[in-house]
């Protein structure tokens, strides 16, 4: 009988921890609106980085790049944008669009700049990062189920 009453608890509760799980990865969260603002970015790219390397708007934003290439010819193209720019040494070149696509995109060089230059890349995030909170709070819910395990 209380093998039974055990079995059945721990089944419970590993229901329970499978919902919430389930919660976490496919709750929709609604996406607060902001109004689009202008937003400008100085970018410099030096061989083989950009400095920043994540740029982060939000959807609907009007985003100037301003490139600037400190030692040789750089350039700058965002995957999934079909925007490019290329600045030559010394020389700020400016690349403006509509952040109309939600989502994280790559960018990279499009100049080849030397050996590490398909190492040269940045990130370009548009709106809130879902996946990676998701990911966090199943991280969580993983150590709490863990924890709770070693105690039994
Ligand atoms: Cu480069």
Same mark, same amino acid.
């Given at each position: 009988? #209380?093998?039974?009453?055990?079995? +059945?608890?721990?089944?419970?509760? +590993? /229901?329970?921890?499978?919902? !919430?799980?389930?919660?976490?990865?496919? @709750?929709?969260?609604? *996406?607060?609106?902001? =109004?689009?603002?202008?937003?400008?970015?100085?970018?410099?790219?030096? *061989?083989?980085?950009?400095?920043?390397?994540?740029?982060? !708007?939000?959807?609907?934003?009007?985003? %100037?790049?301003?490139?600037? /290439?400190?030692?040789?010819?750089?350039?700058? /193209?965002i995957d999934g944008y079909d925007?490019? %720019?290329?600045?030559?040494?010394?020389?700020?070149?400016?690349?403006?669009? =509509? $952040?109309?696509r939600?989502g994280?995109f790559? @960018?990279?060089? #499009?100049? %080849?700049?030397?050996?590490?230059?398909?190492?040269?890349?940045?990130? @370009? *995030?548009?709106?809130?990062?879902?996946? @990676? +909170?998701?990911?966090?709070?199943? =991280?969580?819910?993983?150590?709490? $189920? /863990?924890?709770?395990?070693?105690?039994?």
């Amino acid at each position: 009988m #209380s093998v039974f009453r055990n079995n +059945w608890s721990t089944i419970s509760r +590993w /229901a329970a921890m499978a919902l !919430v799980a389930l919660l976490i990865l496919f @709750f929709p969260v609604p *996406q607060t609106s902001v =109004t689009p603002v202008e937003r400008t970015f100085r970018v410099q790219a030096s *061989q083989f980085a950009y400095n920043p390397a994540v740029l982060s !708007v939000n959807p609907g934003d009007r985003v %100037t790049i301003e490139l600037l /290439a400190t030692d040789v010819v750089h350039g700058l /193209a965002i995957d999934g944008y079909d925007v490019e %720019t290329i600045s030559d040494p010394g020389q700020t070149a400016r690349l403006s669009f =509509t $952040a109309d696509r939600q989502g994280t995109f790559r @960018f990279r060089c #499009s100049v %080849t700049c030397g050996n590490m230059h398909p190492f040269m890349i940045g990130k @370009f *995030q548009v709106g809130r990062n879902d996946l @990676f +909170w998701r990911g966090v709070l199943l =991280t969580g819910l993983a150590l709490f $189920a /863990a924890i709770r395990g070693s105690r039994k």
